[in-house]
């Protein structure tokens, strides 16, 4: 399963509602809405969703150079440097973003297997 390709963006307040962003890339995608009350919260999820295409790739190039640096700071295998937990960390919300299930240390990341 994919994603639809980035780039997104976002606009608003949409005609929908004057707390409602609308979120795109080649077309409509979402919307997100809140209460008045809920401050800058509309606008700030739609940022955050906008960003998600490149959030995702990122956080991929991350992954793969941590896994190639971490055994050179930590030659032993002890594996206690704090950079292996950000690995697992990493892994779990590439796997969230996915829908893929990955299992570490006997538990199942938050997602639909």
């Given at each position: 399963?994919?994603?639809?390709?980035?780039?997104?963006?976002?606009?608003?307040?949409?005609?929908?509602?004057?707390?409602?962003?609308?979120?795109?890339?080649?077309?409509?995608?979402?919307?997100?809405?809140?209460?008045?009350?809920?401050?800058?919260?509309?606008?700030?999820?739609?940022?955050?969703?906008?960003?998600?295409?490149?959030?995702?790739?990122?956080?991929?190039?991350?992954?793969?150079?941590?896994?190639?640096?971490?055994?050179?700071?930590?030659?032993?295998?002890?594996?206690?440097h704090s950079g292996w937990q950000t690995i697992e960390d990493i892994?779990?919300?590439?796997?969230?973003?996915?829908?893929?299930?990955?299992?570490?240390?006997?538990?199942?990341?938050?997602?639909?297997?």
């Amino acid at each position: 399963m994919t994603h639809t390709p980035g780039p997104w963006n976002y606009a608003g307040p949409s005609d929908i509602g004057r707390d409602t962003y609308s979120i795109y890339g080649n077309g409509p995608l979402a919307h997100t809405a809140g209460p008045s009350d809920y401050g800058d919260a509309a606008e700030a999820n739609a940022r955050l969703i906008a960003a998600a295409p490149e959030l995702l790739m990122v956080l991929s190039y991350a992954l793969a150079d941590l896994d190639d640096v971490m055994p050179e700071f930590e030659p032993s295998g002890d594996r206690t440097h704090s950079g292996w937990q950000t690995i697992e960390d990493i892994k779990v919300a590439l796997a969230k973003a996915t829908g893929q299930c990955i299992r570490i240390e006997n538990l199942v990341a938050d997602c639909q297997c």
